[in-house]
């Protein structure tokens, strides 16, 4: 059976990899139709070139009592000069935002009565900004602070006692606080009580689910609060993060699909790496984190990655993929690809989409017989435990005598890992679920 979905996986890739390599040639060569449709899935940054579908309109629309007011549809965006704000409010009515830097008002207006809001203001000199948003109702209105210029994270970190590591959350907001309040992480107002705790989000926070957006604005707030706390939030991209990147909306919840259409922009627009708030910080995101022996990857590394890349040159090397306006330029010109490096392209395209991505990788959980890979990727990065997600399970469980640990579900953001740092290297190993206490974890 191992056997069977090895080959699978590599007559899948190799056919997706040789047949978009020829259409990058092609485009080259003035096969300029399929080539940019290649362009348009596989690029991130993109744009699509095509009006907002409405998703209403399909069979199998989103349902009329889906949340939308408040950061379930807030979108802000941020150029250089000024700032934009996006939001919905529950009915038709009369639209409200204020503004404060610092406690100080700087900002105050209302809209038409509408559904769908938008208001823009002069870019003040300030790290952040509070807005206070929605109705003109004051029950129905939301508070959400933004911050300017998001900072890298630091990727490599020591002296963490309690780690908690969550799988692909896919828009299960609901779940995700539960669960975080049984951790003890958060409070029913949903702010941060974890003190010096650390938590690690392994990737995979878009697609499949409907509260996406909520999500992320739940966690980029949550993030701020616990450093601020003396903890830490990490976000890890995973490749469900590169394929929103990259235009590919085949996951998309219709109910996320209609926060875009309501702002007339598309999916990818609400998270512009360039413009976007909560594009912009994801950006910052790396791929690859280590807390003290403990190694994190969305899919898994293999010795490739170890014997190339540090850690911090390869959450380098991603950063570059992520901004580099060869793409973006690449999209606006169909020659332009003929004046690129071919192996350049041919080794983003490795990077970012391959099967043995850091991003899509998932043979440690279905072959139980790569403990060698395994073991010179760990010495490679000082690591005594490898914690993946990507491949699910049905509960978080270990690999390799306990060198490896899966952490994504069948059933998203339903359990969390809890890894207690111990003298001499070692841990302690738990599993937590949304109304359970904590289980120790045993190697199959």
């Given at each position: 059976m191992r056997a069977l979905r090895d080959n699978n996986r590599r007559h899948r890739f190799h056919w997706r990899f040789w047949g978009l390599l020829f259409l990058a040639i092609g485009l080259g060569l003035g096969v300029t139709s399929d080539g940019a449709a290649f362009?348009?899935?596989?690029?991130?940054?993109?744009?699509?070139?095509?009006?907002?579908?409405?998703?209403?309109?399909r069979r199998d629309a989103a349902p009329k009592d889906y949340k939308f007011e408040g950061e379930y549809g807030l979108w802000v965006t941020v150029s250089e000069d000024s700032v934009t704000v996006h939001w919905i409010t529950t009915k038709a009515d009369t639209g409200f935002l204020q503004v404060f830097r610092k406690n100080k008002q700087i900002y105050k207006t209302t809209t038409r009565p509408a559904q769908f809001h938008k208001a823009q203001?002069?870019?003040?000199?300030?790290?952040?900004?509070?807005?206070n948003y929605g109705s003109i109702k004051p029950d129905r209105?939301?508070?959400?602070?933004?911050?300017?210029?998001?900072?890298?994270?630091?990727?490599v970190v020591s002296k963490v006692d309690s780690l908690f590591v969550i799988g692909d959350i896919h828009g299960q907001f609901n779940e995700l606080t539960r669960l975080l309040r049984n951790a003890g992480l958060i409070d029913n107002s949903l702010n941060w009580i974890g003190g010096r705790k650390q938590l690690v989000c392994l990737g995979d926070l878009f697609d499949r689910g409907d509260d996406v957006t909520r999500t992320l604005w739940f966690l980029y707030?949550?993030?701020y609060q616990a450093e601020k706390a003396g903890g830490r939030v990490h976000v890890v991209l995973g490749n469900h993060e590169l394929l929103i990147?990259?235009?590919?909306?085949?996951?998309?919840?219709?109910?996320?699909?209609?926060?875009?259409?309501?702002?007339?922009?598309?999916?990818?627009?609400?998270?512009?790496?360039?413009?976007?708030?909560?594009?912009?910080?994801?950006?910052?995101?790396?791929g690859l984190i280590r807390i003290d022996d403990i190694l994190c990857a969305h899919g898994g590394i293999v010795p490739y990655y170890s014997r190339n890349y540090s850690i911090s040159a390869f959450n380098d090397s991603l950063q570059k993929f992520l901004h580099d306006d060869m793409f973006d330029d690449l999209l606006a010109d169909s020659v332009f690809i003929a004046k690129?490096?071919?192996?350049?392209?041919?080794?983003?395209?490795?990077?970012?989409?391959?099967d043995d991505s850091v991003f899509w990788y998932r043979n440690y959980v279905y072959d139980d017989r790569l403990g060698d890979d395994l073991n010179t990727v760990l010495r490679k990065y000082k690591s005594k435990i490898h914690v993946v997600a990507h491949t699910p399970v049905k509960t978080i469980t270990e690999f390799y005598d306990g060198k490896l640990i899966a952490v994504d579900l069948h059933d998203p953001a339903t359990e969390i890992l809890l890894l207690v740092r111990k003298k001499k290297r070692r841990y302690e190993r738990y599993k937590l679920g949304i109304t359970c206490g904590l289980t120790p974890l045993t190697t199959p």
């Amino acid at each position: 059976m191992r056997a069977l979905r090895d080959n699978n996986r590599r007559h899948r890739f190799h056919w997706r990899f040789w047949g978009l390599l020829f259409l990058a040639i092609g485009l080259g060569l003035g096969v300029t139709s399929d080539g940019a449709a290649f362009a348009q899935e596989y690029l991130p940054g993109r744009k699509s070139s095509q009006r907002p579908v409405d998703p209403s309109k399909r069979r199998d629309a989103a349902p009329k009592d889906y949340k939308f007011e408040g950061e379930y549809g807030l979108w802000v965006t941020v150029s250089e000069d000024s700032v934009t704000v996006h939001w919905i409010t529950t009915k038709a009515d009369t639209g409200f935002l204020q503004v404060f830097r610092k406690n100080k008002q700087i900002y105050k207006t209302t809209t038409r009565p509408a559904q769908f809001h938008k208001a823009q203001i002069k870019k003040p000199r300030a790290s952040e900004l509070r807005l206070n948003y929605g109705s003109i109702k004051p029950d129905r209105r939301y508070i959400t602070t933004i911050y300017f210029e998001p900072k890298p994270p630091k990727a490599v970190v020591s002296k963490v006692d309690s780690l908690f590591v969550i799988g692909d959350i896919h828009g299960q907001f609901n779940e995700l606080t539960r669960l975080l309040r049984n951790a003890g992480l958060i409070d029913n107002s949903l702010n941060w009580i974890g003190g010096r705790k650390q938590l690690v989000c392994l990737g995979d926070l878009f697609d499949r689910g409907d509260d996406v957006t909520r999500t992320l604005w739940f966690l980029y707030g949550l993030e701020y609060q616990a450093e601020k706390a003396g903890g830490r939030v990490h976000v890890v991209l995973g490749n469900h993060e590169l394929l929103i990147f990259s235009n590919d909306l085949r996951y998309v919840a219709r109910k996320e699909a209609l926060i875009a259409y309501s702002h007339r922009t598309t999916y990818p627009g609400l998270f512009d790496l360039r413009e976007s708030v909560l594009g912009k910080w994801l950006a910052t995101k790396p791929g690859l984190i280590r807390i003290d022996d403990i190694l994190c990857a969305h899919g898994g590394i293999v010795p490739y990655y170890s014997r190339n890349y540090s850690i911090s040159a390869f959450n380098d090397s991603l950063q570059k993929f992520l901004h580099d306006d060869m793409f973006d330029d690449l999209l606006a010109d169909s020659v332009f690809i003929a004046k690129t490096d071919t192996a350049l392209f041919q080794r983003r395209l490795l990077f970012l989409h391959g099967d043995d991505s850091v991003f899509w990788y998932r043979n440690y959980v279905y072959d139980d017989r790569l403990g060698d890979d395994l073991n010179t990727v760990l010495r490679k990065y000082k690591s005594k435990i490898h914690v993946v997600a990507h491949t699910p399970v049905k509960t978080i469980t270990e690999f390799y005598d306990g060198k490896l640990i899966a952490v994504d579900l069948h059933d998203p953001a339903t359990e969390i890992l809890l890894l207690v740092r111990k003298k001499k290297r070692r841990y302690e190993r738990y599993k937590l679920g949304i109304t359970c206490g904590l289980t120790p974890l045993t190697t199959p």
